[in-house]
């Protein structure tokens, strides 16, 4: 007889702020699964995509929707390090087995270690960590203000920046935080000075758009370097917007123009798929499948007993990755 479907859980936002990342992540892990004709290990793939809106709680209700109404083998998302701080603790409790491919709180892999959670993206300093070292000594600036989303992915990412940038000798002369709701930046604006060497941005989605914007309507573009996290231009807002973004320079570990057989090979399918460029959240969650496809590969779609399937997800080493070769560190961390 033929064995029933193994089902994967995903959540991510598919309304408000946040659709368009969303929207990317789920692109992503759909292409993959297409590729891979809905099945692995013997067995079809059922995925069960939830809309958890961006919000901790709605999140941790889609969670437990999954898991004990769907009795999914496994999981993928969500978008938010909120919303990741929120479900780990009950993804731990009910010991199943789940891959972020995109919620980068530190403390997930640091010391709020999860058993049950696999991080296949990154973590909200990492790529910050080099960048501040770059803004120093490539880039030569020395005075620098943050202005960034007042939530752990904010913090975090600054925290990176702010720590190699100090080290190094720059100095960051004030940092101003930003409601995820904000609606007008002039109020924040205008609280940047114009003798600044840089100022550094953290913003995604629609606050991106419109940060952008407004840097350049209040002056400051031409006259402030403005710098920051690469979520602020990547390609998931970079379509939207025009000449504001020329010369703005961002930290990430993916981008859509990343030249390497993989990524040319990803992008033109992911192009061809969707009418658009890959973002990194795109990316990621294309990524982050392929370990959970190969786990239930390596287990020829054994996957009913958890702690060996949680096993063969840490163990995978899926090749041609479209941001280049990634490994797992002991943390469950990725390299």
Do not use: C
Request: overall charge negative.
């Amino acid at each position: 007889p033929e064995r029933p479907p193994i089902k994967i859980g995903f959540m991510v936002p598919l309304s408000g702020a946040n659709a368009q990342n969303g929207r990317d992540i789920l692109n992503g892990f759909v292409m993959l699964l297409e590729e891979a004709g809905y099945q692995a290990g013997g067995r079809k793939i059922e995925l069960i995509p939830e809309d958890d809106e961006g919000i901790p709680a709605v999140g941790l209700t889609k969670a437990r929707k999954l898991v004990e109404l769907d009795r999914v083998h496994m999981m993928g998302g969500p978008l938010l390090a909120s919303s990741a701080y929120a479900i780990a603790p009950y993804i731990d409790s009910q010991q199943i087995p789940m891959v972020f491919p995109v919620a980068s709180g530190d403390d997930l892999t640091q010391r709020r270690r999860s058993t049950w959670i696999v991080r296949t993206g990154y973590t909200s300093s990492q790529p910050n960590h080099p960048f501040g070292e770059y803004a120093y000594h490539t880039m030569k600036l020395r005075r620098v203000a943050t202005i960034a989303l007042d939530y752990a992915f904010g913090w975090e990412s600054v925290g990176g920046f702010e720590r190699t940038f100090e080290e190094q000798g720059g100095q960051i002369t004030r940092k101003l935080w930003v409601p995820l709701s904000v609606h007008d930046f002039g109020p924040y604006l205008a609280q940047i000075s114009r003798d600044l060497d840089a100022v550094y941005a953290l913003f995604i989605g629609r606050t991106a758009l419109q940060f952008m914007r407004q840097y350049e309507e209040y002056g400051l573009k031409g006259r402030v370097q403005l710098i920051g996290m690469g979520t602020t231009t990547d390609e998931h807002v970079l379509p939207a917007m025009g000449d504001e973004a020329v010369g703005v320079i961002t930290a990430l570990h993916y981008s859509g123009s990343l030249d390497t057989p993989a990524n040319r090979k990803f992008a033109a399918a992911y192009r061809a798929r969707f009418n658009r460029v890959p973002s990194y959240y795109s990316e990621s969650m294309y990524t982050g499948g392929k370990w959970l496809l190969a786990a239930i590969e390596a287990l020829n779609g054994h996957v009913e007993d958890r702690e060996v399937l949680l096993d063969a997800i840490r163990k995978a080493r899926p090749t041609d990755l479209p941001r280049g070769p990634v490994t797992i560190d002991e943390y469950g961390n990725p390299i």
